[in-house]
């Protein structure tokens, strides 16, 4: 479909303001912020900025057990239990699809079978983007083990459509390099995208503050994952709540529609009936 | 006998189980997930499942992560 005849994405523009909530592979959720779990300076902290966020989606990573280290120590999964949280397990740290789908398989164990998953195969280790051909392998081969995923991948529009085709339940290209705090480097990208996708798409990496989050909601995105801008913030709680802030008004900016940008001024106040 | 436990050489008793090594480890009960030679282990079967010399077993679990 040329971008010409592409049908522009449904938008809701109810007076009410009534949002329709975010649903990914069926299930529906009223928050569009999801984040991260890495960074904290504990898990008190960890667990006092989620509740602060609002979030309902929270990624973890998978790593090896430290034999004989770990005996009374807290569970980063009592502090964000699966019964409050939809969990969803990263590949972070994969650079092929093979260890990729292997993480994947490991998580779905260890989470009792639950198929969501976040897919990352990274490409190297200065600049964390993805490696897409390895990424496009890795989502295949789980779509067809019956994962659900949701893929970290670049601001290619032509990418992220083959992954809504494969059958991938949201794509999340990213802002900026992960880590970065930048901000959405390349806004028009993020805007062809989404009014492309017929499944959930969300900016994956690179916000910096609240800001950035609110310019990913207005572009129409259907929400945002972020964890460093939260976890490196002076005041995490703080820039948590800030950040659930901007994904509510960048949302309902988005719904409501913004006025047209004009190269001059037009006057908010009548031009006629003045007293002099 | 020695098996590989998370890349790393490790003793233990012949013929234990999965589940005997969980126990071994303190990890009993926590939210672990088990590979045994690169194949899935799923939890209901760690008790049925006697380890060989050799063995490569990966025990994960849920860490911080973005």
């Keep these: ?276 | 006998m020695g098996v590989i436990l998370n890349g790393k050489a490790f003793d233990l008793d012949d013929g234990a189980t999965v589940e005997a090594l969980i126990a071994r480890l303190q990890l009993a009960g926590r939210r672990v997930a088990v590979e045994l030679n690169g194949k899935i282990l799923p939890r209901s079967q760690a008790g049925a499942t006697r380890l060989k010399p050799g063995d490569a077993i990966e025990i994960v679990h849920a860490i911080g992560g973005g």
């Design chain 1, 1 to 276: 479909m040329s971008p010409d005849t592409a049908p522009s994405r449904p938008r809701v523009l109810e007076r009410s303001g009534a949002d329709r909530p975010l649903v990914i592979a069926g299930r529906s959720f009223t928050s569009r912020l999801l984040v991260g779990t890495g960074k904290y300076k504990d898990l008190d902290e960890t667990a006092r900025a989620i509740e602060a966020s609002g979030a309902q989606i929270v990624t973890v990573a998978l790593r090896r057990t430290n034999i004989g280290q770990n005996k009374g120590e807290p569970n980063l999964l009592d502090v964000i239990p699966p019964s409050r949280y939809t969990i969803l397990p990263n590949t972070a740290g994969c650079y092929t699809a093979d260890d990729a789908v292997r993480t994947c398989r490991l998580a779905r164990e260890l989470l009792d079978g639950h198929p969501l998953v976040k897919l990352e195969v990274l490409g190297d280790k200065k600049t964390l983007y993805p490696d897409m051909p390895a990424t496009l392998a890795a989502a295949e081969e789980l779509v067809k083990d019956g994962f659900e995923v949701m893929v970290y991948c670049t601001d290619d529009p032509i990418a992220a459509k083959r992954f809504e085709d494969m059958g991938c339940v949201a794509v999340m290209p990213l802002a900026a390099p992960i880590g970065s705090g930048l901000g959405i480097q390349n806004r028009y990208n993020i805007l062809t995208i989404v009014e492309n996708a017929s499944v959930p798409i969300l900016v994956d990496a690179g916000v910096g503050t609240a800001s950035d989050a609110a310019i990913a909601m207005e572009l129409g995105c259907d929400g945002v994952l972020m964890n460093t801008a939260i976890a490196e913030a002076k005041n995490p709680v703080l820039m948590a709540s800030a950040m659930k802030h901007a994904i509510i008004a960048g949302r309902e900016a988005f719904l409501a529609g913004r006025m047209p940008r004009r190269r001059y001024a037009s006057a908010s106040s009548p031009e006629s009936g003045l007293p002099f």
